[in-house]
């Protein structure tokens, strides 16, 4: 995800339009904090020009709130004039929209300050920064994502699942019916769509499963080499399952826990490592094990994930809504801990061998930034390595835990802790946690000042 000459960009330009010569327009997009895209579509007589010499883009995009507002008195707004600074497209990166009415292309862009670096607020220049130490050390780092969601129907007066019926009865399909087959069968023509509008995007699309609630699903994208490319990847996906939603006259919902009693979605990130000779450098060390208790390295790296958790939890639950998913009994972690084969720890170690030895980090919402969730996941594994931290006992397969609750399940504390935090600021840039916190503090002061209906149904009689 180099930054790219003109001459390449205008090359892959030139090839795109040769397959694609009716394009009409071509979307610019740039991810801002929330992972959600902004941008803007570019006719035809500006494609070229655009490869050759880029544009300017307000540098606050990637700083608004998830109401795309932006936080009064911060630079970037119109306190300081809301100042441009240089973007230039992502090599690699155009692409058909295969959904588009009329033909229309797709290309990332990212920001940069006039000097040349990077925006410190672009999500992308946050990863690569916490990526530089692995970098510096040649380990190349493995990675894929996996996104769980909701169909909600699209003419229901409220948010509502988009349930299979029973045969012959009508009525809505009872119960979780968890990993059931016929469950994609319904849904045939979605999943359809969405492996085509894949492909076309050269977005790796691998399984795809019903989830543990009515209406949920989960779609995985395959392990790559390159963690900032597999993040662009899923907030692809989330486009593309999005697109195709509404196709088939469904809405694509990626909050962490749109439904009380029903299971959350989440962000599961996977993550190996290996080295220049293309060795799994989780099994190397003293200890060359790929069974409990696993390489010193792997033991650090979990360890310092374990550490840094709570104050990192304000990137993995950005909203007020990701704390919902934060509960016990939900089969969402609620503990700093790790095991084997346990899909309610935090940190989970899959069955595997020396060769693809890796962890699942599963404290994310599905409405979380894949950038930033990844950026980290990424810090935290340096800083338990440097440190050689120790984490706590291992659960067991099998075992009950019961839950302490150490994790932040509450926004407030999440921020608090995210503010106090002196490792993130030196592998995220302390610039970018100095406007993320800002940003988080506003918002949440906003939703809270909002009076919702349930205040008037417990208290309006009652005091």
């Not at 960009?9 to 071509?26: C, D, F, G, V, W």
């Not at 240089?86 to 009415?101: D, E, M, N």
């Not at 963690?227 to 694509?252: E, N, S």
Request: charge should be neutral; include cysteine.
């Amino acid at each position: 995800m180099a930054r790219g000459t003109s001459g390449s960009l205008s090359a892959e330009m030139k090839r795109y339009l040769q397959k694609y010569p009716n394009t009409e327009s071509i979307e610019l997009l740039v991810p801002d904090a929330h992972g959600i895209l902004k941008g803007k579509r570019i006719r035809p007589h500006d494609f070229d020009k655009v490869c050759k010499d880029g544009f300017f883009f307000c540098g606050g995009v990637t700083l608004l709130t998830a109401l795309g507002e932006t936080i009064p008195g911060m630079p970037y707004t119109e306190a300081d004039g809301d100042p441009d600074v240089p973007a230039r497209l992502v090599p690699g990166s155009i692409a058909p929209v295969p959904w588009a009415r009329r033909p229309t292309g797709q290309a990332l862009f990212r920001l940069y300050f006039d000097d040349g670096s990077p925006f410190f607020g672009d999500p992308r220049a946050v990863l690569e920064n916490a990526l530089a130490p692995f970098r510096k050390r040649g380990i190349k780092v493995v990675m894929a994502t996996e996104l769980e969601f909701y169909l909600l129907r699209d003419d229901a007066d409220r948010p509502t699942a988009s349930v299979a019926r029973v045969p012959g009865i009508g009525v809505p399909q009872p119960g979780a019916q968890v990993y059931h087959p016929d469950d994609l069968w319904e849904i045939e023509a979605f999943v359809n769509d969405v492996y085509d509008w894949c492909e076309a995007q050269n977005v790796p699309a691998d399984a795809a499963i019903s989830e543990y609630a009515q209406g949920q699903f989960e779609i995985n994208l395959r392990h790559i080499d390159d963690p900032v490319l597999a993040c662009d990847h899923a907030l692809l996906l989330k486009r593309i399952v999005k697109a195709a939603a509404r196709r088939h006259g469904m809405v694509a919902c990626f909050m962490a826990k749109p439904f009380p009693d029903d299971s959350g979605s989440g962000l599961h990130i996977h993550m190996s490592m290996y080295d220049r000779n293309g060795k799994n450098w989780f099994s190397q060390g003293k200890e060359k094990l790929a069974v409990p208790p696993f390489s010193a390295r792997l033991r650090h790296a979990v360890g310092g994930m374990l550490k840094l958790m709570p104050e990192s939890t304000a990137l993995f639950a950005p909203n007020a809504n990701s704390y919902r998913r934060l509960r016990p009994d939900m089969f969402a972690p609620v503990e700093p801990n790790w095991g084997v084969n346990h899909r309610v720890v935090s940190v989970r170690i899959p069955h595997s061998d020396e060769k693809n030895l890796r962890f699942e980090h599963r404290v994310a919402g599905a409405d979380a930034n894949p950038f930033l969730v990844t950026a980290a996941i990424l810090a935290a594994v340096d800083h338990g390595l440097r440190e050689k931290i120790e984490p706590p006992k291992m659960v067991l397969q099998g075992e009950e835990i019961a839950p302490k609750l150490k994790i932040p399940n509450r926004w407030n504390k999440a921020l608090d802790r995210f503010s106090r935090s002196k490792v993130l600021p030196g592998y995220l840039g302390a610039d970018f946690c100095r406007f993320f916190l800002a940003n988080r503090l506003a918002e949440s002061e906003q939703y809270h000042n909002v009076v919702p209906p349930l205040d008037f149904e417990w208290y309006l009689r009652a005091v």
